[in-house]
């Protein structure tokens, strides 16, 4: 289904799906990037992300979650009620739904929908932990690294162990997903992988796919300075790592008109886009070739 769904997510564009629910969706205005609902003003959406929020609700994410949200009352559905939610975007797209399906790649599909819902609750545990020590810190590393900038990309503060079990994700999920590691050199203990760093998600249609950071500071607890500034995720098979960051500037006409400049990391492409020039960043110093070929599909 994942091909399904990522087909679907190219032909429905959720401002469309969202106002065409009902006359109390219709959009009033926008605000930069954003577009403000005209009966319900806490709905808000990024045509470019293709993502919603909807504060008052407590609620936000695709266009998949809008529609199962309009059909159950949630947004976090799985299993047939998720197959249901494929059904009737299919509809509205006027896709014919594909009624064989193959057992294990659903289960696949849905395995890996489990540890991006462990990377959302992480990167929405982040972001509470903003303080006002986090973004002196934070304009230190980047003098533009403002609490606006941060609410658009959806940076954080990297979460400790206590954090994250205080928050309700066990050390189990943390585990899953590679954010709760074994270290040889420490005595075999676990330790956060993130520490002391700005958390960055990667997304894609609004659901968080992969992680960066940026220390925070130059030099670790002990006053060593560090090899590296940032830090990637470590990839696995359900959660490899994407591309690029920002790929879905790509896929957005508007924006492509404007030219998108390559850039070496996400930082890098979040600076670029907030002064008006639309970037996807690199993880790394060089592109990879999966990387190239997205850029070539989208000249």
């Not at 494929?86 to 929908?113: H, N, V, W, Y």
């Not at 079990?165 to 050390?171: E, F, P, Q, S």
Request: include cysteine; aromatic fraction near 10%; proline fraction near 3%.
């Amino acid at each position: 289904m994942s091909e399904l769904s990522d087909e679907l997510k190219q032909r429905l564009r959720i401002e469309d799906v969202i106002e065409q629910s009902g006359a109390e969706f219709v959009w009033a205005s926008r605000r930069g990037r954003e577009l403000v609902g005209k009966v319900h003003d806490s709905l808000k959406c990024r045509p470019d992300r293709q993502f919603f929020k909807w504060h008052s609700q407590g609620i936000g994410g695709d266009v998949f979650s809008w529609i199962a949200y309009r059909k159950f009352g949630r947004t976090d559905v799985d299993g047939e009620q998720f197959i249901e939610v494929l059904r009737e975007a299919c509809a509205i797209a006027g896709m014919e739904f594909p009624e064989k399906r193959d057992s294990r790649k659903d289960a696949k599909t849905q395995r890996r929908r489990g540890l991006e819902e462990i990377l959302e609750r992480y990167v929405s545990l982040c972001e509470t932990l903003r303080d006002a020590e986090f973004y002196v810190r934070a304009k230190q590393r980047k003098t533009w690294l403002t609490a606006e900038i941060c609410d658009r990309w959806r940076l954080g503060r990297a979460a400790t162990v206590a954090e994250w079990r205080g928050a309700g994700l066990t050390d189990a999920q943390m585990k899953d997903v590679g954010l709760y590691v074994h270290s040889q050199e420490r005595k075999g203990e676990w330790y956060a992988f993130f520490r002391d760093s700005i958390v960055i998600p990667t997304l894609h249609w609004g659901r968080v796919l992969y992680l960066s950071s940026r220390y925070l500071s130059d030099t670790n607890n002990a006053g060593i300075a560090r090899e590296k500034k940032t830090l990637h995720m470590r990839a696995q098979e359900l959660l490899p790592r994407p591309a690029g960051f920002n790929l879905d500037v790509l896929n957005d006409p508007e924006t492509r008109k404007l030219g998108v400049r390559l850039v070496e990391g996400p930082l890098d492409a979040i600076a670029a886009c907030e002064l008006g020039r639309p970037a996807v960043g690199m993880y790394g110093s060089t592109p990879s070739e999966e990387l190239v070929r997205f850029l070539k599909r989208s000249a």
